[in-house]
């Protein structure tokens, strides 16, 4: 069993935890993943490693509430366990030999963005953060991408915080102003990684995108996570998470993504209705 050593609320929507999982802490790197289950009739969750402390022991998780599983995740406090933590999963971002690069995160992705920002700093690369968000009240890891940031930029649908606009608004202006990028990465919604990767790939800048679609079991015998890359199948979860981005083709990664939104919806108010029951 994995005990949970920490838990924050980020946002309304978002949870920071902090598991107590030794062996994972042990290999894990920026870029991979960890494969968790509640409890022994959960659904397996996939989520990034935002962060880990090998002293300690521990991996950090966040994670958005999106469905019946990370609700169920979510109910849990600080002592209580989990199931299965299985880990670490996944190719590791490759950040050696990079001198100067702007990380691009967007919403709950900046989860995964910042790790690879950290690793970036640590290795004496030149970090330039851009991070977006649609409204004050959805920002997370401001203060920790500070700490690991050259440059820090906020964007902000609405204005509310930081610059109004989108990232690829603030990406464009940066390149626009002579800043030269050994390599551009892109972690968050499909839709801002394709216009991340439009916005550089006029410029031959080097773009790596964090791919998150459907996966099961993690070893790509399922084939959930499946994804057309330069022309050939690819599987996130062996292969990747990160890949290339002018290779990626997004049209068709958008639209498998969008085949479970109706059933994640219903799974996620029948918990709700139910959970509700429990504490009445």
């Known amino acids: 069993m994995y005990k949970i050593i920490k838990k924050v609320s980020l946002n309304p929507t978002v949870t920071l935890m902090e598991i107590e999982a030794p062996f994972v802490a042990k290999k ?65 971002s490759h950040v050696e030999g990079l001198k100067k690069v702007a990380v691009v995160g967007g919403g709950v992705g900046c989860a995964i963005a910042y790790p690879i920002a950290k690793k970036l700093h ?58 030269q990028y050994d390599e551009v990465i892109a ?36 084939g959930g996570c499946r994804l057309t890359v330069g022309g050939k199948t690819k599987f996130a979860c062996v292969d990747g998470p990160d890949f290339d981005g002018f290779e990626v083709d997004f049209d068709e990664a958008i639209s498998r993504g969008r085949s479970y939104g109706d059933f994640e919806r219903h799974a996620y108010e029948k918990a709700c209705n139910l959970y509700k029951k429990e504490v009445q």
């Open 28 to 92: 894990a790197e920026p870029g991979q993943f960890i494969i968790l289950r509640v409890d022994e009739n959960g659904e397996r969750i996939p989520l990034t490693i935002a962060d880990y402390d090998r002293e300690k022991g521990t991996i950090t998780i966040i994670f958005q509430i999106v469905g019946a599983s990370t609700l169920h995740l979510n109910i849990l406090n600080e002592g209580d366990c989990l199931q299965d933590f299985v880990g670490p999963l996944g190719v590791p």
């Open 122 to 179: 640590a290795l004496g690369c030149e970090v330039h953060s851009i991070v977006g968000f649609r409204n004050k009240d959805l920002v997370i890891l401001e203060d920790e991408f500070k700490q690991v940031s050259d440059k820090y930029v906020l964007m902000s649908d609405d204005g509310s915080c930081g610059q109004k606009g989108l990232v690829t608004h603030a990406l464009q202006a940066l390149i626009a102003a002579g800043e």
């Open 187 to 222: 972690i968050g919604p499909l839709i801002m990684m394709k216009f991340v990767v439009e916005t550089t790939r006029p410029h031959n800048i080097k773009t790596m995108v964090s791919m998150n679609p459907i996966m099961i079991d993690g070893t790509g015998m399922c």
